[in-house]
């Protein structure tokens, strides 16, 4: 993947964040469970790359403590 397009793809997850945001809120009047609905996200789409060795940009999304510490490109 090119050099600006993951800078501008880390900069798009603000706006993004901010018109699906309310509207997505507004919909679900559900409590979200992480066991339920966050985890075979974060498995289906994340472990890949960020759940074994070698880990992509220092990403481990193995535990808690270590998804909490961030990665190479940020908190």
Not at 14 to 19: D, S, W
Request: glycine share 6%; charged share 25%; hydrophobic share 40%.
């Amino acid at each position: 993947m090119p050099r600006g397009f993951r800078k501008a793809s880390v900069l798009a997850w603000p706006v993004l964040l901010a018109i699906c945001g309310p509207t997505a809120n507004a919909q679900t009047s559900r409590k979200v469970s992480f066991s339920k609905d966050v985890a075979p996200l974060l498995t289906q789409r994340c472990m890949e790359c960020h759940g074994r060795e070698p880990l992509m940009a220092n990403l481990d999304l193995r535990t808690r403590t270590e998804a909490l510490k961030g990665a190479k490109h940020g908190r």
